[in-house]
């Protein structure tokens, strides 16, 4: 075979070879977005019984992505706790999707903390790459249509007022949670600027790091805040 031949034999084995790769990458789903329909699964529970998302249709649930050596998974656990509590005998679902890998680790964290909400497991992160979730916690708002209504990167607080109004058919009532602020025992209302929500999967980890679940508009709204604080 002359050098011609074999140069052009190359040439088109890596045209092939591109082109199979691009196409394999077009059917890869990416992560999931607000709007969505939340993907389906099945998975192990600490008992291995298993929880499938599907079974808690046409229910509402939230599907909280976590693990016990991640911090801010933990400073979470205690509102998301009662959340869930909160919850109970309501069409609202919490569902907890453990990413760890020690599984004696997650059941003594369990039981310390006293969860009661589903706990799935899913060490090798099956589910969560499904989702696009790589870092935790993450949440996902999923409503009784099985579609993603919203979606929360970093730890929240499942007291706050703004968040819970975030889930849909939730039995809590929240009154004008547009001007409403909860800051420890501090309570007070913004009287001019309000909160803006903010879409997380549209500005999903451009610096590496963890969101926020609420951003105020501007700078007034955090000024406001240290003043409040201050005047304590």
């Known amino acids: 075979m002359s050098k011609n031949n074999a140069l052009k034999l190359l040439v088109l084995a890596a045209i092939v070879g591109g082109t199979i790769f691009l196409a394999v990458q077009s059917r890869q789903p990416g992560p999931v977005e607000t709007g969505d329909t939340a993907p389906d699964f099945t998975l192990p529970s600490l008992n291995q019984q298993p929880i499938s998302l599907g079974n808690f249709r046409p229910g509402v649930v939230v599907l909280n992505f976590w693990a016990t050596w991640c911090p801010p998974c933990v400073e979470e656990t205690p509102s998301l706790k009662r959340f869930a509590d909160q919850m109970r005998g309501s069409d609202v679902t919490v569902i907890g999707v453990s990413v760890d890998q020690d599984a004696q680790a997650l059941e003594r964290f369990v039981s310390e903390a006293q969860?009661?909400?589903?706990?799935?497991?899913?060490?090798?992160?099956?589910?969560?790459?499904?989702?696009?979730?790589?870092?935790?916690?993450?949440?996902?708002?999923?409503?009784s249509k099985g579609k993603i209504a919203d979606k929360l990167i970093g730890a929240v607080d499942w007291?706050?007022?703004?968040?819970?109004?975030?889930?849909?058919?939730?039995?809590?009532?929240?009154?004008?949670?547009?001007?409403?602020?909860?800051?420890?025992?501090?309570?007070?209302?913004?009287?001019?600027?309000?909160?803006r929500l903010v879409d997380h999967s549209r500005q999903h980890r451009r610096d590496g790091r963890v969101g926020i679940a609420v951003r105020f508009a501007g700078t007034w709204g955090a000024r406001f805040l240290r003043h409040r604080l201050s005047s304590r």
């Open 115 to 143: 969860l009661t909400f589903p706990i799935a497991r899913d060490p090798d992160q099956a589910v969560a790459s499904r989702y696009g979730t790589f870092k935790f916690p993450e949440t996902y708002i999923i409503d």
């Open 159 to 195: 007291q706050d007022p703004r968040i819970v109004a975030l889930v849909p058919d939730n039995p809590i009532q929240v009154n004008d949670v547009r001007n409403h602020f909860v800051l420890g025992d501090i309570q007070f209302r913004l009287p001019v600027e309000q909160p």
